[in-house]
């Protein structure tokens, strides 16, 4: 089946620094890319919509200029959390889709900010 | 907010059927039912989905009611590896944002 990775698969920045999460369609070609994001013990939480070659759409409460979203080819989108704190820490994870068929969710990102 | 509701937990002996059961009483005429998986630290899994009627692969079988205001996600003879959160998620299309609930926790016992 259809493989998305993300990379890094875990990260340690400090706090107020800027860390890039990279999600890759790596055998298709991504129209569309979510980025979600899972706390401990929680249930996944939908933060972006990406569309190849436009901006993203942030759902309600995701602040846009604290997470960067860039999806500047079919195959790559990136998450950039600005100025990072410590309750940035979280499990990020990208799905993609062509969208005519199937969306395959990436592997998720361990970030932690100390 | 997610459409569907479902258990919070369930335990399942190893080698026995797991049966997880999903409530979508708003469900519409065009919405199928997906259902995925979240092993401890990954992303999610696909598994299975159906529109009315059931559906069988590899992992899993899915048996929705005819009023599709409810289904069961029965997967055959769970091992230890299916421990996981099983999410029952309502979309009109495998390519649309999928809005997860709390989903449930199943724990297969040895």
């Known amino acids: 089946g259809a493989v998305v990775s993300q990379h890094p698969s875990r990260v340690i920045c400090k706090s107020g620094t800027s860390v890039k999460i990279e999600c890759r369609s790596l055998?298709?070609?991504?129209?569309?890319m979510f980025w979600y994001r899972q706390f401990p013990k929680k249930s996944l939480m939908l933060m972006a919509t990406?569309?190849?070659?436009?901006?993203?759409?942030?759902e309600q409460g995701v602040e846009k200029d604290k997470f960067l979203i860039n999806h500047a080819s079919l195959t790559l989108s990136t998450l950039t959390v600005t100025s990072a704190h410590p309750e940035d820490s979280s499990f990020y994870i990208c799905?993609?889709?062509?969208?005519?068929?199937?969306?395959?969710f990436g592997p998720g990102t361990r970030l932690t900010v100390t | 907010d997610a459409k569907t509701t479902q258990p919070t937990s369930m335990d399942c002996a190893e080698g026995r059927a797991a049966n997880l059961p999903c409530n979508h009483s708003?469900?519409?005429?065009?919405?199928?039912v997906y259902w995925y998986r979240q092993i401890h630290s990954q992303g999610p899994q696909y598994i299975i989905h159906?529109?009315?009627n059931n559906e069988t692969n590899e992992m899993a079988s899915l048996i929705i009611t005819e009023d599709r205001k409810s289904s069961t996600l029965i997967l055959p003879h769970a091992t230890l590896r299916d421990t996981a959160v099983y999410y029952c998620?309502?979309?009109?299309?495998?390519?649309?944002?999928?809005?997860f609930g709390p989903g449930t926790s199943l724990s297969v016992i040895p």
């Open positions: 799905s993609a889709t062509d969208g005519a068929y199937e969306q395959y």
């Open positions: 055998d298709f070609q991504a129209t569309t």
């Open positions: 159906g529109l009315k």
């Open positions: 990406s569309n190849e070659g436009s901006k993203a759409t942030y």
């Open positions: 708003t469900i519409s005429g065009n919405e199928y």
């Open positions: 998620i309502v979309n009109q299309a495998s390519y649309d944002k999928v809005i």
